[in-house]
């Protein structure tokens, strides 16, 4: 996530994504005008990046020009359009195609009709990286689109919020005050940890491992840490509602947390229910669960290198790691079936590159907010 004074954004469209939405709109454009010299007018401030990346696509002869309207103010659009930097000189009998980085309401469109209705062009065309059909008015067409988006307030790539954001190569959207509540599964060596420390970095998510709060509060010897070492000096088990409880305290001690990842918990229907019942009390919910699924091969591989590098026993002996797979398998399979049935469950190839897992994480995660 990203901050611009006082919203949060989080990503929506990639750089790949927009280049390719511009590669689109360039070989669209030159099969109508690759034999004769239009004259593109970019609408300034925010079409600069994409003017200058569809220049580098449309590989034809053309001039260019620019346009500077403005009606944004912060969030919302003023109504009011003002032309700050008038329409070019020479253009009588030329064909112009105008470059919008986004089309909405459609009032800038209107305003660019009516600059150029008082010129003699040959013809006057609207091309738009970015179109809402949601809140476009349709009073006039548009002839090229790079690709259409829902009706939320996006930055990056020469859009701003206030004058910051214009510089950002990728496009962020604003983040709605929606939390966003997690359940992160897999196997040892799957990369859990790492990944974790991704969604709490770009999503401002407190992760909360419940190994990590059974020794913090054991260490500090809290009525629940005590609580907890007089069931495990026993040889019990913890009751879930000692976990629960435990889990409560991390939660409240988070209030500006933007959700949370609980690894580690639950391991059972009954702690999943548990956990439900306890998020309802707060009016909060699980939003989804993630499971990074990988090879046991390959994990076995992975783990061996690694506990030739940490000393740990259990990640040096094949037999005891798979031993550990089976357990995870037979405590979460239930658990995949509970939150199947909520539609809450996604499955992640956890093979590749660390960036690679990451963006299909993200890929889940901006679907929910």
């Known amino acids: 996530m990203i901050k611009l004074h006082d919203k949060v954004f989080t990503p929506y469209l990639r750089e790949e994504q927009i280049?390719?939405?511009?590669?689109?709109?360039a070989v669209e454009?030159?099969?109508?005008?690759?034999?004769?010299?239009?004259?593109?007018?970019?609408?300034?401030?925010?079409?600069?990046?994409f003017v200058s990346d569809f220049l580098k696509a449309y590989q034809h002869p053309c001039q260019v020009s620019f346009v500077r309207l403005s009606s944004y103010h912060g969030l919302t659009s003023t109504g009011i359009?003002?032309?700050?930097?008038?329409?070019?000189?020479d253009i009588n009998g030329r064909s112009v195609i105008i470059l919008e980085d986004v089309i909405d309401t459609g009032r800038t469109l209107k305003k660019l009709v009516h600059l150029f209705s008082k010129t003699n062009v040959k013809e006057f065309k609207i091309a738009s990286?970015?179109?809402?059909?949601?809140?476009?008015?349709?009073?006039?067409?548009?002839?090229y689109v790079g690709m259409e988006i829902p009706d939320n307030f996006i930055v990056g790539y020469g859009l701003d919020y206030n004058e910051l954001g214009r510089?950002?190569?990728?496009?962020?959207?604003?983040?709605?005050?929606?939390?966003?509540?997690?359940?992160?599964?897999?196997?040892?060596?799957?990369?859990?940890?790492?990944?974790?420390?991704?969604?709490?970095?770009?999503?401002?998510?407190?992760?909360?491992?419940?190994g990590d709060v059974f020794r913090y509060n054991i260490k500090n010897g809290t009525e629940l840490g005590k609580l907890a070492k007089s069931y495990i000096d026993r040889g019990d088990l913890v009751p879930d509602e000692v976990t629960i409880n435990m889990l409560k305290d991390e939660v409240e001690k988070n209030p500006d947390a933007a959700g949370f990842i609980f690894d580690g918990f639950p391991r059972t229907t009954a702690q999943a229910e548990a956990l439900d019942n306890f998020l309802e009390s707060k009016d909060m919910q699980i939003n989804a669960t993630i499971a990074l699924e990988a090879d046991d091969d390959i994990l076995v591989a992975?783990?061996?290198?690694?506990?030739k590098e940490s000393g740990r026993t259990d990640d040096q002996d094949e037999d005891k790691i798979r031993n550990r797979f089976d357990e995870y398998n037979q405590?979460?399979?239930?658990?995949?079936?509970?939150?199947?049935?909520?539609?809450?469950?996604?499955?992640?190839?956890?093979?590749?590159?660390?960036?690679?897992?990451?963006?299909?994480?993200?890929?889940v995660v901006n679907s929910l907010s």
Do not use: C, W
């Open 19 to 25: 280049l390719a939405a511009v590669e689109k709109m």
């Open 29 to 49: 454009i030159a099969k109508d005008y690759q034999h004769e010299t239009p004259i593109f007018v970019g609408v300034l401030n925010g079409a600069f990046m």
């Open 81 to 89: 359009v003002e032309a700050l930097l008038d329409v070019p000189e």
């Open 129 to 143: 990286l970015f179109y809402k059909p949601d809140v476009y008015s349709g009073e006039y067409s548009i002839d």
């Open 167 to 210: 510089n950002l190569r990728e496009v962020y959207q604003l983040k709605q005050n929606n939390m966003i509540n997690l359940v992160l599964f897999g196997k040892p060596g799957a990369g859990k940890g790492t990944q974790a420390g991704f969604l709490k970095e770009n999503y401002n998510l407190k992760h909360i491992s419940t």
């Open 302 to 307: 992975r783990l061996l290198e690694r506990g």
């Open 331 to 363: 405590k979460t399979a239930p658990l995949r079936a509970y939150y199947e049935k909520q539609g809450k469950f996604h499955s992640i190839n956890g093979i590749g590159e660390i960036s690679q897992i990451t963006e299909r994480l993200s890929v």
